[in-house]
């Protein structure tokens, strides 16, 4: 499997970005910055480091 690396841009005065978003699906991807899910409804899946977590 392929990995995209995704590079993430912050604003200098909040290294952080907030996405609120629906997704049907998203290309495996990687960066080095930490991303955290929440889930508002239903489940998803989710692949780290080649482990499918749900």
Known sequence: MRY???TIKFDQ???A???AHE???VQS???ESI???LV???EVD???DGKNII
Do not use: M, R
């Open 4 to 6: 995209i690396h995704e």
């Open 13 to 15: 005065s909040l290294p």
């Open 17 to 19: 970005n907030i996405f």
């Open 23 to 25: 997704v049907d699906a």
């Open 29 to 31: 991807h990687w960066h």
């Open 35 to 37: 991303e955290i899910l």
């Open 40 to 42: 508002a409804h239903g």
């Open 46 to 48: 989710v692949l780290v």
